[in-house]
């Protein structure tokens, strides 16, 4: 499609975006505009996807593959914005269009894959892809281009061709009500603390965000704890208020699961059973079946191999800690039986007394600001790179910032914009993404990389240690799309599969505890003195209390999802609810523990296919990072240059242009083995 003939006047989303590195006309976008420049923009790669394959010439790589990867530019930015601006700063205008759109956007990608005359061309190169004499990326971006237009559905037929695109396009529209559901919960619910004794232990961190986040949904002067994660974790962790706690946890449990319109459980079964269907179309039992294929796992029997392993250990480390718990209650008079929403309380009681770590002692040396600088200094220090603010650009909102990121020679590399607080038009969690990915095919493309995070606000803004790590591993997510070296777009950045995508991200997390990193950066918000020796061997020495408590948690959770995605008869469970917790039962787990996620409010599964039969993947990828970890611990330097230089080359710059195993591999040298995993977690002799 001509954009020429486009009144780009009328949607700034279609004309040209003159701003550093293509950075979206944020201030110009209004809701209404998104519907239309998302039809100019289907319109126009359909067109160019005819062209590829009405091309008279006959298919090679050029005119086909990388033709084909140069395809769909506009609507790639124009959906970058609309889909970050859903998740980071939405509107009822923006979720109206979220839901009339979803089915035509579904509609659309399925169009693209059952293009026969499209994919007669990717097939005929792929039937004969060893005599083409093609450079390696060259080779995998063909083999994940056929992959992707198979696993699509491309060789259906009839009936099975034309339920399999209705199917995609009714996945679309339940996982955006999924999601703007649990939205909703969470940004109405809000326990307010009107009574000095509902204040009882919080500490002044906690009291002035809660301040904050009272002044930002209308009660100004009122402190009030809402479900963001960086609120309702401290309250649980030290509201002296048992009964407030217990109010304050069934609220964040319960997301997703009051009666009504805004109800997630027929969701549930709505998208687990389309996504049965889905794979049986595909010749698939489940859904586990087909998803892990395309995952370095390969199959459902390898995840519960690592699971199985993990879970056990897990919940006798748990139960250790249980007791101790249950031991430090009966001392201080406490006569309750331990509850969900007791653990923490106990938990940090015990952390105060055995390992001298006071939350409330700790989060002065982690302001904001210098957590950041720290991250961007590590950055620099492991790939030479440097992040130059850039205040004067126009973003979406007055919190956001930007950063122009440059190599070591001075040479642009992308631009960074980092999305840190809470607020009650964001989702919860923690993510990176995109605005613009690299490549240079065709022309050259810097990448436009966001990390959100949901801190409550403060003044300044304080973050627990495990904060700080949140803020480390979503900038390890940011680093790998912004150093991402390869030429075609699908291959970029975090295109990885699935269980190696988390590496980067968790990987970085380990220079947040390095010693030398926290002599530099962690230095007290009103005296600027540094983080003291004695508590960086106390933080180190405490970080494996509590293993147990996360790591039945998540894996709890891990469990459920490959439980519910492995079934072959979702339509037939009438209360996945009741699934959940008789898979949990029988799992033996601990209800004082819980689980990381109940199914109600699981957006990695149910908002997105994107961790669905997935989530396994952060087991998986520390089993890679705790591996890795090890080079630099072998080489004596967390900077060791030639390390350092082979994790950029090997890992953060490969993207997607090298078999996952084969980057591990050449980074590491040889396979990985759970053995550090293990050791890292407090497992090994559990």
């Known amino acids: 499609m001509d954009l020429a003939a486009i009144d ?79 998740a980071s700063h939405t509107s009822p205008e923006l979720q109206a269009v979220q839901r009339e759109m979803a089915a035509p956007l579904a509609a659309h990608q399925s169009a693209i894959y059952l293009h026969a005359g499209l994919f007669a061309r990717v097939r005929a190169l792929h039937d004969r892809r060893d005599t083409l004499g093609l450079a390696p ?101 030290f509201s002296a208020r048992r009964d407030l706690r217990e109010q304050a946890w069934r609220a964040w449990v319960a997301r997703g699961e009051h009666a009504g319109e805004h109800d997630n459980r027929p969701l549930i079964g709505r998208i687990l059973t389309l996504r049965a269907e889905q794979a049986r179309l595909l010749g698939y039992r489940s859904y586990a079946d087909y998803a892990l294929v395309d995952r370095m796992a390969r199959e459902p029997a390898a995840v519960q191999r690592l699971l199985g392993d993990v879970w056990p250990r897990a919940r006798r480390v748990a139960a250790r800690e249980r007791s101790l718990l249950e031991a430090t209650a009966r001392a201080a008079g406490e006569a309750h039986a331990l509850q969900p929403w007791d653990w923490r309380f106990w938990a940090e009681r015990v952390r105060q007394r055995d390992f001298a770590v006071d939350d409330a002692e700790v989060k002065p040396y982690f302001p904001l600001e210098a957590m950041v600088a720290a991250a961007f200094d590590c950055a620099t220090r492991l790939f030479g790179i440097r992040f130059t603010p850039r205040p004067e650009l126009p973003l979406y909102h007055a919190d956001v910032r930007a950063y122009e990121v440059h190599d070591a020679e001075g040479r642009a590399l992308g631009l960074f914009i980092q999305d840190n607080f809470a607020r009650p038009s964001k989702r919860s969690g923690a993510w990176m993404s995109s605005y613009a990915l690299q490549w240079r095919n065709g022309d050259v493309q810097l990448p436009v990389v966001s990390n959100n995070n949901n801190f409550a606000k403060g003044s300044p803004t304080l973050l627990s240690f495990d904060d700080v790590r949140t803020l480390f591993h979503e900038f390890g997510h940011g680093l790998h799309g912004l150093l991402s070296d390869v030429t075609y777009a699908r291959l970029s950045g975090t295109a990885v599969l ?25 230095r007290h918000y009103q005296t600027g003195e540094p983080l003291p020796d004695a508590l960086i061997a106390r933080l180190q020495a405490a970080r494996r209390f509590g293993q147990g408590f996360d790591t039945v948690r998540y894996t709890a959770s891990a469990l459920v999802d490959m439980a519910a995605h492995a079934h072959e008869d979702p339509a037939s469970v009438e209360d996945w609810c009741a699934f959940e917790a008789r898979t949990l039962a029988d799992l033996g787990l601990d209800p004082a523990v819980g689980v990381m996620h109940r199914l109600v409010h699981f957006q990695h599964l149910f908002s997105t296919d994107s961790y669905a039969a997935g989530y396994y993947v952060y087991l998986w990828a520390e089993v890679l990072e705790a591996d890795a970890w090890g080079a630099f611990t072998e080489a004596g330097d967390p900077f060791a240059p030639e390390v350092a230089g082979r994790l950029r080359r090997c890992i953060y710059a490969a993207g997607n242009s090298v078999e996952p195993g084969a980057a591990y591999q050449a980074f590491r040298g040889r396979a990985p083995g759970i053995e550090p995993l293990l050791a890292q977690r407090g497992l090994v002799d559990a």
């Open 8 to 86: 780009t006047q009328a949607n700034p989303l279609l004309g040209a975006w003159p701003a550093l590195h293509g950075l979206p006309p944020f201030q110009a976008v209004q809701p209404h505009h998104f519907k239309p420049a998302l039809i100019a923009a289907m319109a126009a790669e359909r067109a160019e996807l005819d062209a590829i394959a009405d091309n008279p010439e006959p298919p090679d790589f050029e005119n086909t593959i990388a033709a084909y990867d140069r395809s769909g530019r506009l609507l790639l930015r124009v959906h970058a914005v609309f889909s970050n601006l859903c």
């Open 137 to 237: 990326e060259a080779l995998r971006l063909l083999e994940r281009i056929y992959l992707d237009f198979v696993r699509a559905g491309t060789l259906l037929e009839g009936p099975a061709r034309q339920r399999y695109a209705q199917v995609m396009e009714e996945l679309a529209e339940a996982t955006t009500a999924f999601a703007q559901n649990v939205l909703h919960d969470e940004s109405t619910w809000m326990l307010p603390l009107l009574h000095d004794d509902d204040l009882a232990g919080l500490p002044d961190f906690l009291c002035e965000a809660a301040l904050a986040a009272g002044a930002e949904r209308g009660r100004p002067g009122c402190p009030v704890i809402t479900l963001s994660r960086s609120l309702i974790v401290p309250f649980l962790t």
């Open 498 to 522: 699935r269980d190696f995508v988390e590496l980067p991200s968790q990987l970085f997390e380990h220079w947040m505890e390095e010693p030398a990193v926290l002599r530099r950066h962690a």
